[in-house]
């Protein structure tokens, strides 16, 4: 071999490494579409989870979907108004709670059901446990208790099932309520505690232990202390169970007495909540009960938020405002080029990233948070994104409303139409996902996409 063709092959090499390496980031990924079947008539999903096994579980208005080894399995029964699963919550001892509501307040007993699907499969009706028109959250302590709460607002904090609930509301609004029906209605309209230990159930408000109804969210800290919040509009309270008592703590001086908008706890133990009736104020609760206002702001506009917790962090969405707590300055950071509030957008999603950044889905694109600041900005023109998924440092997994599955890196948007058994991607994606370790489950409008990193 001349010295002409050493250096014509070694160009090759050069140039098929590039190609290779530039295609390593589109391929690493498996891309596996688990289709639904059919005859399920799965028309809505509403959450989706894995159990200790690591099999996926679905909620759907036809019932549960189990899924294990390479098939679907769906928990129904009509009888009983196992339909309209719209939480699912996975304890301990992997028994399955199922949350439900009905469409028909004059063919049940009460708008909102629960039940438990047992290690055995068999789907165990909870509901005349818990007399209430609607269950808003459940918790499990360090005792393996279970924690219901329950109340009459038909929206809470941070719910993921408004929509479903203002359904409901307007469909009691439309049905000419007998007699009959609005005793059962005022009956179960108060709301209220109740506790499971495995073979008994406890009502804490009947009974006069719980100072408070209508409660919407429950929240467990590290040191297992309980925290219930009030749902009604107006000042709202909220409650510390210690283990042996009820604390009411909106009897302090301080607490400020609007509305939550929601709640959460920190890596350290602290309860962090949010109000927002004139303007958007963040408090500190620590586990001495002591209560800081830490941040306040003048918002262009009322309206939704959230908190979300990863990366030993803290951070909260607001309309189209995003925002990280500082730990060493012990204050609320929000960055400068933020979406531009005028145009209405909203955050979408928040996801961890690599190298301790944060992505943030705005409506007008991807924007990394690092340190502060945002560090870099991918927009994207004419696509909602709904969910989102950090790769690698280079490249983000993106599921949009409509337009299918992209994958983002610096230089380019990538459109993934197929999947790797070469059937069709979906085009739409909801918020909803599951991680487990390197597989992600992502919620597709015909089914649920399983993509593996390698």
């Known amino acids: 071999m001349n010295f002409e063709n050493l250096i014509v092959m070694v160009k090759q090499i050069v140039v098929y490494y590039f190609f290779l390496l530039g295609s390593i980031n589109l391929y690493a990924q498996q891309y596996e579409l688990i289709p639904i079947n059919p005859d399920f008539d799965i028309l809505i999903k509403y959450d989706i989870v894995l159990d200790k096994s690591h099999n996926l579980w679905v909620a759907t208005d036809k019932g549960v979907l189990e899924y294990k080894d390479k098939k679907w399995k769906l928990y129904s029964n009509n009888d009983i108004n196992f339909i309209n699963i719209t939480e699912l919550f996975i304890d301990s001892k992997d028994r399955k709670w199922c949350i439900s509501y009905s469409h028909n307040p004059l063919s049940y007993k009460y708008l909102g059901g629960l039940f438990m699907i047992n290690q055995q499969g068999d789907i165990i009706d909870y509901s005349d446990n818990i007399e209430s028109v609607f269950i808003n959250d459940i918790e499990e302590d360090n005792q393996g208790n279970i924690w219901i709460a329950t109340g009459r607002r038909l929206t809470g904090i941070n719910n993921k099932k408004d929509h479903t609930f203002n359904t409901a509301l307007k469909e009691i609004e439309g049905v000419p309520l007998t007699d009959l029906i609005s005793k059962k209605i005022a009956k179960n309209a108060s709301g209220g505690l109740y506790k499971f230990d495995?073979?008994?159930?406890?009502d804490y408000t009947s009974d006069g232990?719980?100072?408070?109804?209508?409660?919407?969210?429950?929240?467990?800290t590290k040191d297992d202390a309980i925290y219930f919040c009030e749902a009604r509009h107006g000042k709202e309270r909220l409650v510390k169970y210690d283990g042996e008592s009820f604390m009411d703590l909106s009897k302090k001086k301080d607490y400020p007495g609007?509305?939550?908008?929601?709640?959460?706890?920190?890596?350290?133990?602290?309860?962090?909540?949010?109000?927002?009736?004139?303007?958007?104020?963040?408090?500190?609760?620590?586990?001495?009960?002591?209560?800081?206002?830490?941040?306040?702001?003048?918002?262009?506009r009322l309206g939704y938020g959230k908190f979300y917790k990863f990366n030993g962090n803290i951070y909260m969405s607001y309309l189209g405002t995003f925002m990280a707590y500082d730990k060493q300055n012990k204050t609320w950071i929000c960055p400068k080029k933020q979406t531009n509030q005028k145009k209405k957008r909203f955050i979408r999603d928040?996801?961890?990233?690599?190298?301790n950044t944060i992505l943030i889905a705005d409506g007008e694109g991807i924007r990394i948070y690092k340190n502060g600041e945002f560090i870099e900005t991918r927009l994207l023109k004419?696509?909602?994104?709904?969910?989102?998924?950090?790769?690698?440092?280079?490249?983000?997994?993106?599921?949009?409303?409509?337009?299918?599955?992209?994958?983002?890196?610096?230089?380019?948007?990538?459109?993934?139409?197929?999947?790797?058994?070469?059937?069709?991607?979906?085009?739409?994606?909801?918020?909803?996902?599951?991680?487990?370790?390197?597989?992600?489950?992502?919620?597709?409008?015909?089914?649920?996409?399983?993509?593996t990193t390698m």
Do not use: C, H
């Open 258 to 300: 609007d509305e939550i908008e929601d709640i959460i706890t920190d890596y350290e133990g602290n309860v962090w909540f949010f109000t927002a009736d004139n303007r958007l104020k963040i408090f500190k609760l620590d586990s001495n009960n002591s209560l800081s206002e830490i941040f306040k702001m003048n918002p262009y």
């Open 382 to 451: 004419k696509i909602d994104i709904r969910v989102l998924y950090s790769i690698d440092k280079d490249n983000i997994l993106v599921g949009t409303k409509e337009n299918g599955l992209f994958l983002i890196n610096r230089n380019k948007t990538t459109p993934i139409s197929v999947d790797s058994n070469g059937q069709k991607m979906p085009n739409g994606y909801s918020t909803l996902k599951v991680i487990d370790n390197n597989i992600t489950y992502f919620n597709a409008t015909n089914g649920i996409l399983k993509v």
């Open 198 to 202: 495995g073979v008994t159930w406890q």
């Open 350 to 355: 928040i996801a961890p990233g690599a190298d």
């Open 209 to 220: 232990t719980m100072p408070i109804k209508f409660i919407d969210k429950i929240i467990k």
